[in-house]
């Protein structure tokens, strides 16, 4: 039961920040829709995290070179994610108000997504890659 009840508080977390993500674009203030190309670093950023589970064995305690890329990989997808909305702001092509509307978005979703994979990623009997 308790995995469920992390599953909509998550889903519960998406939502909301998709919430700051669409007010940030749909306002009639800000009425521009580029913040939307955020929504492809929502998608990438867990991509090569996913990837090195499946490739390396976690028997191993040791760091090695797969899990380490994967990790700088999204942590420059995250990074990207928060400067976009602010090199659009300083080009004047959104406000920036819009501007933290959608940072406020950015960080409720990577906080749903990092929650995501510390209450489903260890390998247990309630675990995402049963899905």
Do not use: H
């Not at 039961?1 to 940030?24: H, R, W, Y």
């Not at 400067?83 to 959104?94: D, H, S």
């Not at 510390?118 to 009997?125: E, T, W, Y």
């Amino acid at each position: 039961m308790a995995g469920i009840k992390a599953l909509i508080s998550l889903s519960f977390g998406g939502a909301i920040g998709l919430m700051f993500l669409m007010l940030g674009c749909a306002l009639p203030v800000y009425d521009k829709y580029w913040p939307l190309f955020l929504l492809f670093f929502y998608i990438l950023s867990p991509i090569p995290y996913c990837i090195s589970r499946r490739v390396v064995d976690d028997t191993d305690s040791a760091s090695n070179a797969c899990k380490e890329l994967a990790i700088f990989l999204t942590t420059g997808i995250v990074i990207s994610a928060f400067g976009l909305p602010i090199v659009f702001a300083r080009a004047q092509v959104i406000a920036w108000g819009a501007c933290a509307l959608v940072l406020t978005g950015n960080i409720v979703i990577f906080g749903t997504i990092l929650g995501f994979f510390m209450v489903f990623g260890s390998n247990d009997d309630f675990s995402w890659q049963q899905w």
